[in-house]
């Protein structure tokens, strides 16, 4: 009988090991947009790289939505998503933790009125954006104000940065805050349509002034952070490497944006690539400037960051930095 119990306990003992490790599998999931988080990871998905004996692999979606449903079902084990949602999601519960700022801004303002080509003029406007309350409201509601211009009119009846786009092609509006890469499409198209600003955002001290435009996050889902540091130095790398790449050989990387479908022509993406404004940082290196950036949603409405500043843990610090 005391046989049989050893045998039992040793059996208990060795699928409680197990069970409490984290699924093995050989692939290491990321899930990225469409547009400017496309080509920054361009060298990566040319070269799906084997970190730590598992192959990367890329799930591509062209909505920041469906990202976040696969974050939610666990279902990856790195994601890009705007800050302000990432922000959101963390405070929720969805354990994805902050790793770096690879996208500094792709909103700009742009009209297709030759008339309408410096700031100062958008005044007494109607500018239109998709979108109440979403990111690009909020920074160009942020952006008016730090610029002094309190008689624009914002209008949001269009139900998509591609109405948008097409409104403007069809001289239907005249100015409109729309994002990369449809800017670069909207210019290779019409002659006429120009960009007025980019929706920077800087904070000013007495040294210095430095972007905090920190758009777009790279995440990963916290069972990584727990057992596989190691893999998350790797993939840093070969992010950051591929981030360089393209704003370093914008040529190269055009050419392979159009070989795996994301742009039509080789101009275009080269034309692009500059707008996306690519740089990858590492987030413990910035967290005043997220933290700034947090803080204007915030402002504006604490739900859109899940009610709360996110604490401390939401942004991971990496083993090693550049």
């Not at 005391?2 to 290491?28: A, H, M």
């Not at 999931?29 to 060298?43: E, H, M, N, R, Y």
């Not at 799906?48 to 920041?64: A, L, Y």
């Not at 400037?289 to 899940?306: A, C, N, R, W």
Request: hydrophobic share 40%; glycine share 4%.
């Amino acid at each position: 009988m005391n046989f049989y119990t050893q045998i039992l306990s040793c059996l208990f003992v060795v699928l409680t090991f197990f069970s409490c490790r984290p699924e093995q599998n050989n692939t290491i999931s990321i899930g990225i947009l469409d547009g400017p988080t496309a080509v920054s990871f361009i060298q990566m998905i040319e070269n799906p790289p084997v970190i730590q004996g598992k192959q990367v692999e890329f799930v591509i979606k062209n909505e920041p939505l469906q990202i976040q449903a696969l974050m939610i079902q666990n279902k990856l084990d790195f994601a890009v998503l705007p800050t302000v949602m990432a922000a959101n999601l963390y405070n929720k519960g969805i354990n994805y933790r902050l790793l770096a700022i690879p996208i500094w801004g792709s909103l700009y303002l742009i009209s297709n009125d030759p008339k309408i080509d410096k700031l100062k003029q958008i005044s007494g406007q109607k500018i239109y954006i998709f979108g109440q309350g979403a990111t690009a409201d909020v920074l160009m509601q942020h952006f008016l104000k730090t610029h002094l211009i309190e008689d624009a009119h914002l209008d949001y009846s269009y139900n998509s940065n591609m109405e948008l786009a097409n409104a403007l092609l069809q001289h239907k509006i005249n100015i409109a805050v729309i994002s990369e890469p449809l800017v670069s499409m909207l210019k290779n198209q019409q002659s006429d349509i120009q960009i007025i600003a980019n929706l920077d955002i800087e904070r000013t001290t007495l040294k210095e002034q430095k972007p905090i435009f920190v758009q777009t996050s790279f995440l990963v889902n916290n069972k990584i952070t727990e057992h596989y540091t190691d893999i998350i130095h790797e993939v840093c790398q070969a992010y950051a490497s591929s981030c360089a790449f393209t704003y370093q050989h914008p040529e190269s990387a055009g050419e392979l944006l159009v070989k795996h479908g994301f742009y039509p022509s080789s101009d275009l993406a080269v034309q692009s690539i500059p707008l996306c404004n690519i740089q990858f940082e590492y987030a413990q290196t910035i967290k005043e400037e997220i933290q700034q950036y947090l803080s204007i949603f915030y402002t504006f409405d604490p739900k859109s960051i899940g009610g709360k500043m996110p604490d401390d843990d939401f942004i991971f610090e990496t083993i090693a930095q550049p």
